[in-house]
C-alpha cells in the first residue's frame, strides 16, 4: 500500500485568508452602525454600491488575467473590505459615481494592476479616496452634519434619491440639505475647526458652533457624532488587537505620536490647537489607525518597522491637518508611509539567530514557569 | 557562566524569538506504557540510517546472523556499524525504499527471522568506571549509536572530541506534538538514561549537566529529579511548552542564553547536546553491550485505534507496526476523486517536521521516533497537498513565529524568484526547516517546502561552480604548460641550432666539404629509409639508390666551385630523376606528385644567385622537413617550397636529395607502412652520423664511407622497426616545428 506523500509540516492552524479578511469587516461594522446612527443611510448606500463595483471589477479582472480559482479569490474578502473602508469614507450624499468610480479604481488600478492580492503597493482604498478627493473635490466635500442637527430630514429612500439624482423627492438640493439648524452650510468638524483658525478665531469660538455640540461634555470640544464614530472603530479596532488579527504596534505607535504632536502644540497654544482627544477622535484617525494602516500588505513587516511607520503616520496625518491645504490627512499620511514601508522594511530586518551579537545579555529574559520563584525575585 | 546557573537554579529561563503552540495530542499515547510487540516476520535494515556513509557489508545472502551481530563494519569515523535486531537469515540483500522524504530507494539487508531471538556473546560490563575513555568511546562506536532525536549524527564522534566543554545538555524538550518516545522513556528507564549521563559526563567532563524538558511531561520531571537528585551538577530544567524548544540551537539559546554561531557547531562554544534516547544507547551499550537494536516509537494519530509506544526493533516495516495499533483506513468512498482518500498519510516523525514515507514496508530507523496516521479530521491539511495556497499578503506571521529570527515571507518571494544572493542574504541557509511559518500562514503558502527546493538548488549550484572552478583551473594549468613547453622547445631549437652553427662555423674555412658531408648524410640516411622499406631487395638496387647521391655530392661541389656550372647540374638531376621515375613506373600518383612538387622549386632555385653564407642550417631544416613529406608529398608542397628557397646555396644538394628522397619514400610507403614508420626514426638519425661523417670527411673516402653507412642503417633500421613506435610519435610531433620557426 503506497501512502499519500506531503511536504512537511502536516500541521497547520487552519488559519486564512478569508478568515481574517472576515473578521476585520465584522469589526467594522459597529463603525459604520454609528455612521448611520449619527448621519443617516447614505454611507450604507454607498458601502453597497462600491462593494458591487469592486466585485464585478475584480471579477472581469480575475478573468482576463485568467486566473484559476476565481471564486475563491473572488470571496476571500479583500475587494470587499476595501471597498468597505472606501463606502465607509465618502460623504453620505455623495453622487453614486463617486463611489464606483472609486471602487473601479481601488480593484482595478491599485490593486491587480500591479498584481492582485498580496501585490500592490498602496492601499486601494485609500488610494481611491484621495484620487476622488483630488478628482472631484466639491462631490467629496459634500458632507452632511449630523442627523440631529439637519434642516431637512433624509429618509432611506430620500438618500437614496439624492445620491442618485442629487435632489430629494421634494426638490431639496444636495446644498440645501448640507444647511444645518442655524443656517450655515455644514462641514467635517475638522474643516471647521480649519477655517475658523484661519479667519483668527480661537479653538474655544470655533467649538461654540453647533457641531461641536457635545453630548456629555460640552468642554471637550469634541464634535457631536464624529466621536461615537470614532469610539466604535476604536473598539472594533482592539476586538482585532484582541484577536490577533492585527498587530498592535502600527496603531498604537501611530496613536501616540499624533497625542503627542498635538500634546506638544496644545501646551504652547491652546489657543490656535484643537486638543488631543480632538485629533484623536475626529476625522478618519481610529479607522486609519486600526482598519487602514494595519494593512499588511502595503505595511512593514517587522516589529520596529511597524513602530517607525505608525509614528511617522501620526506625525504626517497631524502636520497635513495643521499646516496642509486638506482638513483630514490620514489619507495621505497612509499612501506616503506606503511608499515608506518597503524602505523602512529595509532597513529593520531582525537580526537573524547566530548572526552578529551571540553573546547573552546579562539579564535573561526572565519566562518563568515556576510562579513562586518569580515572586521570590 | 556562573550567573547562568544562578537563572537556572531559580528557574529563569531565555527566550528563543517566536514558537508556536500546536495542538500537542501527547495524551493520545502519554498514559499508556511502552509496550512490546511480537517480532515481525521480517526486517528490513538500510545500511545507511543516519548522517555520514554507510559500512561494508559484514555478511552475505543465507548467512545466519545472530541478535546483536554487527552486519556492517567501517574504518570511517563517519559511519557507524548496523547490527541484527533479532536472530535470523540474510534472505536479501537489495535497494528498498527507506524512511527518506523523497522516498528513496537504497540497499537494505532483508532478514528472514527464525523466532528464537538468540544473543550472539555479550559482555555485560560491571564497572564502566574501570573503563578507559577510549573503551568506552569504542564500545559506542561499535553499539552503532548515532544521535536518535533527528539527524542521526554519530554520537562516538560527538563524544569523543572534547575541547573544554562547559555544558553537557540533555535534550528532553520533545517539544513536537503527538510523540512522547521519550517522555515514556524518561519513565519507564530514568536510571539507565542517568547511567548514560554518567557515562557521558566521564567522556566529556563537561562543568554543568542541563536536562531540558518541557513542563508538560510532569511524571517524566519527577523521574529525573528523583534520579538525578544526588548529582550536584546535574541540573533538571522544566521549560515552558513551546515549539520548537527541542531544536538543538533553541534548547541551547533558552539555557544558557548563547546563540550557536551561524555555521558552527555547539561544541564549539563549548556546549554538547545529546538527546536522552541516546542516553539510554549509551547505558545499554556500554554496561549491558547491546547495540544499538531497538528503539521506542510512538505510534499515534487518530486513524490508529489503539496508539501506543512500543518498543520496536530497527529493520521493522512499518505495516507491522500500524498492524498492532489498529490502523483504520478512513471508507473509501469511491465516489470522491480525492486520491488522498485511497492513500492515507503516514508519517514519520512529528506532524510538524516529520515526512510522509512511501509505503509500508519502510522500516523504523535510528532516527524514527514517532509514526504518525492521522485522520483526515484531525489534520486536513496533511491531505490536501497545498491545494489551499494563496497570495502572501505579507501579515508577517511567519516571521513572528520564525525561531531562526528570519524572514519568511521575504525568503518566500526570493525563493520563487529563484534569487539566490537575496536568500543568501536572508540567511535562508539558518533556516532550521521547524515548519513553524507554514504552520501559521494564514495563505497556507507551504513555506518550508518553498526553502527545501531553494536550499537544494544552491547546493547544486554551489557544487556546479565548484565543478567549473576546477575546470577552470585544470584549464589555464594546461595552457600554462604548453605555454612553457612551447617556450622549452623553441629554445631547445635555438640552442640545436646554434649548436650547429658553431659546427659549421667550425669548418667555414672548408664550407664545400662541409656542404657535401651535409649531402652524405642526407644520403645515409636515405639508404637507411630505403634498406628499411625494401629489405628483401637486391643490392644492386641498393647501390642505385645509393649512387645517386653520391653523383649529387660531386655536384655540389662542384657547384661549391664553380657556380656556372648549376643549370647543368639541375638538368643532370632532373635528368636523373626521369630515368628514376622511368625504372619505376610501376610508383603510384603520390610519388609523381612528389617529384612534380620539387621539380618548380629546382627551376626557382636554379635561377636565384646563391649566396654562400648560411650553408648548413637551411639544408638541415629542410631535412627535416621532409618528415611530414613523408605523410603528405602533395599537400607539403608548399611547405617545402619556401625552404627551398631560404637555402638558395644548397640548392642542388637538397634538389637531387628531395627528389630521390620523395622517390624513395613513396616507394617504401608503397611497399610497407609499418616499415615507414620506421623509416621516420631512422631519419631523426641522420643528424648524428652527418655530423661524424662531416669530422672524417675526405672526399675519396665517400663510396666506402656510403657502403658503410648503407649497412649501418640497415642494421639500425632492423633493430629499430620492433621498439619505436613512441620515437615515432614523438617524431610525428616534431615533425611541424621547423616550419613553425620559420
Given amino acids: 500500500m503506497a501512502f499519500w506523500i506531503a511536504s512537511s509540516p502536516h500541521n497547520h492552524n487552519q488559519a486564512e485568508t478569508s478568515a481574517l479578511m472576515r473578521l476585520v469587516i465584522y469589526a467594522l461594522l459597529p463603525g459604520i452602525l454609528a455612521q448611520w446612527y449619527f448621519f443617516g443611510w447614505g454611507n450604507i448606500i454607498h458601502i453597497t454600491l462600491a462593494v458591487a463595483t469592486a466585485m464585478a471589477c475584480e471579477f472581469i479582472v480575475l478573468s482576463l488575467r485568467s486566473k484559476k480559482q476565481i471564486r475563491k479569490q473572488l470571496f476571500d474578502g479583500s475587494a470587499i473590505l476595501s471597498a468597505v473602508l472606501l463606502g465607509i469614507c465618502i460623504p453620505a450624499i455623495a453622487p453614486w459615481w463617486i463611489s464606483v468610480i472609486g471602487a473601479a479604481f481601488a480593484i482595478v488600478i491599485v490593486k491587480q494592476l500591479y498584481g492582485g492580492l498580496g501585490h500592490n503597493p498602496f492601499n486601494p482604498a485609500m488610494a481611491a479616496y484621495v484620487m476622488l478627493l483630488i478628482s472631484f473635490p466639491i462631490q467629496m466635500t459634500s458632507w452632511l452634519p449630523p442627523t440631529a442637527l439637519m434642516n431637512i430630514g433624509l429618509d432611506f429612500s430620500n438618500t437614496l434619491m439624492t445620491i442618485f439624482t442629487g435632489f430629494t423627492a421634494e426638490g431639496y438640493s444636495v446644498e440645501q440639505l448640507r444647511t444645518s439648524i442655524d443656517g450655515f452650510t455644514m462641514a467635517t468638524p475638522l474643516d471647521t475647526l480649519k477655517t475658523d ?28 457624532g464624529w466621536e461615537w464614530i470614532n469610539l466604535t472603530f476604536l473598539a472594533g479596532g482592539l476586538l482585532l488587537i484582541a484577536k490577533r488579527a492585527i498587530a498592535w504596534h502600527t496603531p498604537i505607535s501611530f496613536l501616540l505620536s499624533l497625542f503627542v504632536c498635538s500634546f506638544i502644540a496644545y501646551s504652547v497654544s491652546p489657543d490656535s490647537s484643537a486638543s488631543t482627544m480632538f485629533h484623536w477622535l475626529t476625522g478618519g484617525c481610529m479607522l486609519g489607525a486600526f482598519f487602514i494602516l494595519t494593512d499588511p500588505v502595503t505595511g512593514a513587516t517587522s516589529i520596529k518597522g511597524r513602530l517607525i511607520i505608525g509614528a511617522i503616520a501620526g506625525l504626517l496625518v497631524y502636520l497635513i491637518r495643521t499646516f496642509g491645504g486638506y482638513p483630514d490627512g490620514v489619507a495621505f499620511a497612509v499612501l506616503l508611509c506606503n511608499m515608506a514601508a518597503p524602505l523602512v522594511d529595509q532597513y529593520t530586518r531582525p537580526r537573524t539567530y547566530g548572526h552578529g551579537n551571540t553573546v547573552a545579555k546579562p539579564a535573561p529574559s526572565s519566562e518563568s514557569v515556576n510562579k513562586q520563584t518569580e515572586t521570590k525575585q | 557562566m556562573e550567573s547562568i546557573i544562578e537563572c537556572i537554579t531559580q528557574n529563569k529561563f531565555w527566550q528563543f524569538h517566536g514558537g508556536i503552540h500546536p495542538p500537542e495530542q501527547k495524551a493520545l499515547t502519554s498514559g499508556k506504557p511502552i509496550k512490546l510487540l511480537p517480532l515481525p516476520k521480517q526486517l528490513i535494515l538500510p545500511l545507511q540510517q543516519h548522517i555520514g556513509r554507510q559500512g561494508d557489508l559484514l555478511v552475505k545472502v543465507g548467512d545466519k546472523v545472530l541478535k546483536g551481530q554487527a552486519l556492517t563494519q567501517s574504518f570511517n569515523p563517519m559511519a557507524v556499524p548496523v547490527h541484527a535486531p533479532t536472530s535470523g537469515t540474510i534472505s536479501a540483500i537489495k535497494k528498498s525504499p527507506i524512511a527518506h522524504p523523497s522516498g528513496l530507494s537504497e540497499l537494505c539487508l532483508f532478514i528472514e527471522v527464525d523466532f528464537e531471538d538468540t544473543w550472539i556473546k555479550r559482555e555485560i560490563c560491571q564497572d564502566y568506571r574501570q573503563l578507559s575513555n577510549q573503551e568506552i568511546i569504542n564500545k559506542i562506536a561499535d553499539a552503532g549509536i548515532a544521535g536518535m532525536g533527528g539527524a542521526g549524527f554519530p554520537t562516538h564522534i560527538k563524544v569523543s572530541t572534547t575541547p573544554d566543554i562547559n555544558f553537557l545538555i ?7 506534538p503527538y510523540i512522547t518516545a521519550d517522555d515514556l522513556l524518561m519513565c519507564e528507564q530514568s536510571e539507565a538514561i542517568i547511567d548514560g549521563i554518567k557515562i557521558l559526563d566521564k567522556l566529556l567532563k563537561p562543568a554543568f549537566i542541563l536536562i531540558g524538558i518541557e513542563n508538560n511531561k510532569p511524571q517524566a520531571i519527577k523521574a529525573l529529579q528523583q534520579a538525578t537528585s544526588a548529582i550536584e551538577k546535574v541540573k533538571v530544567c522544566v521549560l ?3 515549539y520548537p524548544t527541542g531544536g538543538e540551537k533553541q534548547l541551547i539559546k533558552m539555557l544558557t542564553g548563547k546563540e550557536v554561531k551561524s555555521g558552527s ?9 545529546q538527546n536522552v534516547a541516546t542516553c539510554f544507547a549509551i547505558s545499554d551499550a556500554v554496561i549491558n553491550d547491546i547495540p544499538l537494536i531497538k528503539r521506542v516509537v510512538t505510534l499515534t494519530g487518530q486513524a490508529l485505534s489503539k496508539p501506543q509506544n512500543v518498543w520496536a526493533l530497527l529493520g521493522t516495516p512499518v505495516h507491522h507496526l500500524l498492524e498492532h495499533t489498529g490502523f483504520i483506513r478512513e471508507n473509501e468512498d469511491v465516489t470522491q476523486a480525492n486520491a488522498s482518500v485511497t492513500n492515507p498519510p503516514v508519517i514519520m516523525g512529528g506532524p510538524l517536521m516529520g515526512f510522509s514515507i512511501l509505503n509500508e514496508l519502510v522500516p523504523v530507523v535510528k532516527t524514527s521516533n514517532c509514526i504518525l496516521a492521522p485522520s483526515k479530521a484531525e489534520m486536513p491539511s496533511a491531505f490536501d497537498n497545498n491545494a489551499n495556497e494563496v497570495e502572501c499578503i505579507r501579515c508577517g506571521q511567519c516571521s513572528d513565529v520564525c525561531p531562526s529570527q528570519l524572514l519568511p515571507q521575504e525568503l518566500q518571494w526570493s525563493a520563487k524568484a529563484k534569487d539566490h544572493q537575496q536568500l543568501a542574504k536572508l540567511n535562508l541557509f539558518d533556516c532550521i526547516d521547524c515548519g513553524a511559518c507554514a504552520y501559521v500562514c494564514p495563505s497556507q503558502i507551504p513555506l518550508v517546502q518553498y526553502y527545501r527546493i531553494a536550499k537544494a538548488e544552491i547546493r547544486q549550484q554551489q557544487q556546479l561552480d565548484v565543478k567549473a572552478e576546477k575546470a577552470k583551473i585544470r584549464f589555464e594549468a594546461r595552457k600554462l604548460r604548453l605555454e612553457k613547453e612551447k617556450i622549452a622547445r623553441e629554445e631547445k631549437h635555438k640552442k640545436a641550432a646554434a649548436a650547429r652553427k658553431a659546427v659549421m662555423n667550425k669548418k667555414s674555412a672548408d664550407g664545400s666539404s662541409a656542404s657535401s658531408a651535409v649531402a652524405a648524410a642526407l644520403a645515409r640516411v636515405k639508404a637507411k629509409k630505403a634498406a628499411n622499406a625494401k629489405p628483401e631487395q637486391t643490392n644492386e638496387n641498393q647501390q642505385k639508390t645509393q649512387a645517386k647521391p653520391l653523383e649529387n655530392n660531386d655536384n655540389v661541389q662542384e657547384t661549391a666551385s664553380d657556380v656556372q656550372d648549376e643549370k647543368s647540374q639541375v638538368k643532370a638531376a632532373i635528368a636523373r630523376a626521369k630515368a628514376k621515375r622511368l625504372a619505376k613506373k610501376t610508383q603510384s600518383e603520390t610519388n609523381k606528385a612528389a617529384e612534380e612538387s620539387s621539380a618548380p622549386v629546382k627551376t626557382e632555385g636554379s635561377t636565384l644567385d646563391t ?31 619556401p625552404a627551398l628557397v631560404q637555402s638558395p646555396d644548397d640548392k642542388k644538394a637538397k634538389i637531387a636529395a628531395a627528389v630521390a628522397k620523395a622517390k624513395e619514400k613513396a616507394k617504401a610507403r608503397k611497399s610497407k607502412s609499418l616499415a615507414e614508420e620506421n623509416s621516420s626514426p631512422a631519419d631523426n638519425e641522420k643528424i648524428k652520423p652527418a655530423v661524424d661523417s662531416e669530422d672524417s670527411k675526405k672526399q675519396d673516402d665517400k663510396k666506402a664511407k656510403i657502403a658503410a653507412a648503407v649497412a649501418k642503417a640497415k642494421a639500425k ?22 616550419s613553425n620557426e620559420e
Fill in chain 1, 197 to 224: 483658525l484661519g479667519l483668527g478665531h480661537t479653538v474655544y469660538e470655533t467649538t461654540q458652533n453647533s457641531i461641536f455640540t457635545n453630548s456629555y461634555d460640552f468642554s471637550l470640544g469634541l464634535a457631536y
Fill in chain 2, 717 to 738: 633500421a632492423k633493430a629499430k622497426a620492433q621498439q619505436n613506435l613512441a620515437k615515432k610519435k614523438e617524431q610525428q610531433q616534431d615533425s611541424p616545428k621547423p
Fill in chain 2, 611 to 641: 649566396e654562400k653564407v648560411p650553408t648548413e642550417e637551411p639544408a638541415i631544416e629542410t631535412d627535416e622537413k621532409t618528415a611530414p613529406a613523408i605523410e603528405k608529398p602533395i599537400t607539403n608542397k608548399l611547405e617545402k617550397e
Fill in chain 2, 265 to 273: 557547531l555547539p561544541i564549539h562554544s563549548g556546549i554538547v547536546v
Fill in chain 2, 170 to 176: 540533555i535534550n528532553a524538550a520533545e517539544c513536537e
Fill in chain 2, 240 to 242: 515552558p511548552t513551546k
